[in-house]
């Protein structure tokens, strides 16, 4: 891989041990991967946070580095909400590790912002260069916003936020992002059912790259819980929906003829509609995909927020809440930020039994696992409570979860 | 004998072969504390890593494995150094932060090629192994 002259020395240790080493992450990587040279990245978003993923040694490891990220860099989501551990019923020795952690991050010019939805806090644009980790985010950046960002490891996110760049190869090069398949849903779908659309498609797609062709135009929270479902079951980082998603439009001219062999038919082609749909194909049945939802449900614990709501979703709850207190302990899980700018919101949420928590989620706080059914509007949350809470999980619309809380 | 790789982590170590025709996950697989792996059915199952120059196909599982690797050197039982036929980013990030030499992609495929208890000097800083 071809390093500046201000890179090698980077690589040779003259700015400094720490330095030295996040350099070499980012060159060994490069050498696995291919990349010609290193890029400059707008933002980083830093997986390894929750002490009860990375123990001791992350925590000593983190803390025994030095230096200023060189970009806006924020974390995943951890185990427990800053604030309100004792609340969640986190024990203290784990809250003081946790807080340590947070710390060790700070330390190095991180903000201590835990979140999955990282681009509710700064939107990247067209065509940015990010290092982030969190798959849903990492998905949600590719497809949604038409940012460039391979699935970051969390040494290798820290990397790109201290030296400002990473590795050229995988999804920040054009040509890695055309769709591989075409995915089919003959009727239109809604809010939830993207989630379990994703949930059911993920398998199936691994780790291809999927253009959807839809009735109707998801919402930007519809694609969303699309995206992270996706990621969730299948190992998806980047999607396209045909005339929704911005990608799917830049096919460079001299890419076109090729794409032209690959078009379903010659009737798909028609410019300026200049997309096109792989031969290979799925057919979705949404009267299976529907069989996720709607099953007996008596949950114990409602959780929603997964990934982080957006100010949107936490109006739809407000409104299906409909001045109602909730009878069942119900979690909703935010980013600290969008919590405070939208604190209007929030209190009104909380005066009606709700619990808004921050930095964390049902799926990675060790706080979950003490419920026994945990109901979910999020096919992500689907996939991951039952393995990594132990916590049986069924699935509903953001209303009838409210209904089973107020009922 | 002197065989020609690749850079993955740089520093000079040397120390007894000890090879692995399986893939390591170090999450799971490698007792942090003793150095044992605990990983049942494995090529190298109840045997110890800790001086070690690791000879085995590349890493496979968590990612947390890298952190893993940290603590084996931290507890003073990690492999001296590690050789893989090909790198893959876990075992490479986790050399990598922990300080243990590495080089991958040599000439003739390290797991043939090196034997169970001979002596081998890995110079990740020039990217190559003596045997």
Redesign the interface.
């Known amino acids: 891989m071809y390093l500046t002259k201000e890179e090698e020395a980077i690589y040779n240790g003259e700015h400094g041990p720490t330095l030295q ?1 996040m350099m ?2 980012l060159v ?2 490069g ?2 991967y291919g990349a010609d040279r290193l890029i400059p990245v707008k933002s980083a978003q830093i ?2 946070v929750s002490y009860k ?6 925590l ?2 983190i803390e025994s580095l030095e230096g200023k990220a060189a970009v806006p860099a924020v974390l995943n989501p951890m185990g427990m909400d800053r604030d309100a551990w004792a609340d969640m019923g986190i024990d203290r020795q784990f809250a003081e590790k946790q807080e340590q952690i947070l710390k060790a991050y700070e330390k190095l010019g991180i903000k201590a912002e835990c979140t999955c939805t990282p681009y509710y806090l700064e939107r990247p644009k067209f065509g940015d260069h990010l290092a982030w980790s969190e798959s849903s985010a990492v998905c949600y950046a590719n497809s949604v916003l038409g940012a460039r960002t391979n699935r970051e ?4 996110a820290l990397a790109a936020a201290l030296v400002g760049k990473t590795a050229n190869y995988g999804l920040h090069i054009r040509e890695n992002r055309y769709p591989t398949v075409t995915v089919r849903v003959k009727e239109p779908i809604h809010g939830v059912e993207y989630g379990a659309l994703g949930y059911v498609v993920g398998p199936r797609v691994g780790d291809g790259i999927p253009i959807f062709d839809l009735k109707g135009t998801p919402t930007e929270d519809e694609l969303k819980h699309l995206g992270a479902a996706l990621a969730a079951s299948g190992s998806v980082a980047l999607f396209h929906v045909l005339h929704v998603t911005p990608e799917q439009y830049i096919l460079p001219p001299d890419r076109m003829e090729v794409e032209r062999q690959e078009l379903a038919s010659e009737d798909d082609w028609e410019v300026p509609k200049r997309y096109f749909l792989p031969r290979n194909k799925i057919e979705v049945d949404m009267g299976g995909v529907r069989k996720l939802m709607g099953g007996q449900a008596e949950p114990d614990l409602i959780a929603l927020g997964c990934p982080h709501a957006s100010k949107e979703e936490l109006e739809a709850i407000l409104t299906a809440l409909n001045g109602r207190h909730v009878k069942k302990e119900v979690w909703v899980c935010v980013g600290r930020s969008l919590g405070a700018k939208n604190k209007a919101i929030v209190d009104e949420l909380r005066r009606h039994g709700i619990r808004v928590i921050y930095d964390t989620c049902m799926v990675v706080s060790p706080a979950a696992s003490r419920f026994r059914r945990m109901m979910v509007n999020s096919g992500k949350a689907l996939k991951y409570v039952p393995s990594m809470c132990g916590v049986d999980a069924v699935l509903g619309t953001t209303e009838e979860c409210i209904e089973e809380a107020c009922r | 004998m002197i065989y020609k790789g ?5 520093g000079r170590a040397m120390g007894l072969a000890l090879v692995s025709k399986d893939p390591i996950s170090f999450l799971g697989g490698v007792d ?1 504390k003793t150095g044992d792996v605990i990983e049942r059915g494995h090529a190298l199952y109840g045997k110890n890593v800790k001086g070690k120059v690791l000879v085995f196909p590349g890493g496979k599982g968590s ?2 494995g ?3 690797m ?2 084996l050197k ?1 507890n003073g039982v990690a492999p001296a150094a590690i050789v893989n036929v090909r ?4 075992v ?2 986790g050399a ?2 922990s300080g243990i030499p590495m080089v991958d992609s040599l000439s003739v495929n390290p797991v043939e090629a090196i034997k169970d208890g001979m002596a081998v000097t890995v110079d990740g800083t020039s990217g190559t192994v003596e045997v």
């Open positions: 080493k070499e992450i060994a990587l050498d696995i997986a390894g993923t990375i123990g001791d040694a992350g000593e490891w490891g969390g040494p290798s | 690749r850079t993955i982590s740089k942090p990612t947390v890298s952190y893993v940290y603590q931290k790198s893959e980013p876990i490479a990030v990598i932060i």
